[in-house]
């Protein structure tokens, strides 16, 4: 009885504007407004909106028995508060069905677990206050940015209560073992692992507009089949991808809504089918094994590692001088200044300076505000020089 378990993550970073060095002493508002809101209407407009309401009458249509997980950093939920209200108001009245289970993260969708525990604390800690304020919901499942997993990080969730992680699929780490099944981690004996089916949920997310792929056109039938030819062979399918898959990432133009429409029915036909959220999950299978993650592991690109956001000099020199400035910024009980440098860790900024420029290269341009990596780092660490001279 394989059970699809659908999690789409939710997140736009605060851009910044065009900050140039003689900026640095005079200008102290690092975010581009215009911008960030030109993104969000944008988005709202052909995915959020649409989606959402979608997803409502899905879980109308089929009484309950179509779920769905949402990932919603804390920097979207700022924007969509002050910016679009509505689309709040269509994810709370998917929370009200009790079919959508909301996850844990950190609330600036930032790499803060790579360089301070303190602060990766705080921020699933901010996040956890934001969801409740919003939903009346306290999220039980945990995922960080972009998928990241390792033994370690697992523990350190583990630790804060948590039942659940998300992770990618890796076939470096599954080796012989199929992603469709709930595993244990090394070290960390209470927590269960959800790991995300790459190939099942990259067929909707990046393939399904292809024309030249061996499949295309992708229609939900064809895929409840795929979902059914695991019956025996795994016990859940685990479709992890972007919320913006549905609508931005692939236009209307695709057939990518009527594809989510007919999905939940057609693999509810088989009555061996069913969905279920990341919390239910683990109470309906048991772990199939353990898995050792001895270093973190991501969804981001082909190598599935950290290099879409340390790959070169100018990330690592740009995480480690943004981290650098903790401490001070901690003692200095300035609560903009905090703001401010809490939103300079979200892990966009440093992804927008990848120099990788084959498979991945497109994806790395996609929503990027910049002409080219080299831009993002020069801008960066403008701001950066310009936080600094204030805390002095």
């Known amino acids: 009885m394989p059970s699809v378990c659908l999690y789409l993550q939710t997140h736009q970073p605060f851009r910044l504007k065009n900050y140039s060095v003689f900026d640095i002493g005079g200008d102290d508002d690092y975010f581009d407004q215009q911008r960030n809101y030109d993104y969000l209407a944008r988005i709202t407009r052909k995915s959020y909106l649409r989606t959402n309401k979608i997803l409502l009458d899905l879980i109308r249509q089929h009484q309950g028995h179509f779920k769905i997980a949402f990932g919603l950093s804390g920097v979207l939920l700022e924007q969509l508060e002050k910016h679009f209200p509505e689309v709040i108001g269509g994810f709370q009245e998917l929370v009200k069905t009790g079919c959508c289970e909301i996850l844990a ?18 921020q699933i800690a901010l996040h956890r206050r934001k969801i409740k304020s919003l939903f009346g919901y306290s999220p039980k499942a945990f995922r960080n940015t972009e998928l990241m997993l390792s033994n370690e990080m697992a523990r350190a969730v583990e630790e804060m209560g948590y039942k659940t992680i998300l992770g990618e699929g890796a076939d470096y780490i ?9 595993y244990k981690i090394n070290g960390a004996p209470k927590i269960k692992a ?5 190939k099942l949920s990259d067929d909707i997310s990046f393939r399904f507009s ?20 695991i019956h025996g062979h795994g016990d859940l399918i685990n479709l992890f991808m972007d919320y913006e898959t549905f609508g931005e990432h692939q236009w209307e133009e695709t057939g990518i ?13 088989y009555p061996e089918n069913n969905f279920q959220n990341p919390s239910d999950v683990i109470k309906l299978y048991k772990p199939a094994g353990e898995l050792d993650f001895p270093h973190i592991v991501t969804w981001a690109d082909t190598e599935r590692d950290l290099s879409a956001w340390l790959g070169n000099k100018m990330q690592q020199e740009a995480l480690n ?11 200095n009980k300035n609560e903009r200044i905090l703001e401010q440098w809490r939103k300079l860790q979200t892990s966009d900024h440093f992804y927008y300076m990848c120099v990788k420029w084959f498979a991945d290269g497109d994806v790395h341009k996609y929503f990027s505000p910049y002409d080219s990596p080299y831009d993002a780092f020069i801008v960066f660490m403008n701001i950066f020089n310009d ?3 204030r805390l002095a």
């Open 194 to 198: 959800l790991l995300r089916n790459y």
């Open 105 to 122: 993260e950190t609330y600036h969708h930032s790499l803060a677990y790579l360089y301070s525990p303190e602060e990766f604390k705080a």
């Open 210 to 229: 292809t024309r030249d792929w061996s499949e295309w056109p992708l229609t939900a039938e064809k895929f409840a089949a795929w979902v059914r030819g």
């Open 321 to 331: 001088k943004i981290y650098s400035l903790e401490t001070q910024i901690k003692k």
């Open 387 to 389: 936080l600094k001279l």
């Open 174 to 182: 599954l080796g012989w073992r199929s992603p469709n099944y709930v």
């Open 257 to 269: 809504f009527e594809f989510l429409k007919n999905l939940p029915g057609e693999i509810l036909k």
